[in-house]
């Protein structure tokens, strides 16, 4: 088993949206919420936008899937601006 990576919800988000514009052809009445960890658990999640199809929602559960045994969530660093 492969040790899992550790990535920001916003790093996250980015490779999550360009799978699932790579999977879902083109479809842009679909999107999604920035990863989110599962409470009592080391998991993660995504909400779908309301607008997004059954076949949408059915790769993005894949995607979701995917993703969740290859990376762990941390916490954002904190932005401190200069």
Do not use: K, N
């Not at 916003?10 to 999604?32: E, K, M, T």
């Amino acid at each position: 088993m492969h040790a899992q990576r550790e990535v920001t919800p916003s790093d996250l988000f980015v490779y999550l949206d360009r799978a699932f514009r790579r999977r879902s052809r083109g479809c842009r009445a679909c999107d999604f919420s920035l990863p989110y960890p599962l409470p009592d658990s080391t998991g993660w999640t995504v909400d779908p936008a309301r607008s997004c199809s059954s076949v949408c929602r059915l790769i993005l559960e894949d995607l979701v899937d995917e993703y969740r045994a290859a990376y762990r969530l941390t916490a954002p660093s904190a932005f401190r601006a200069h």
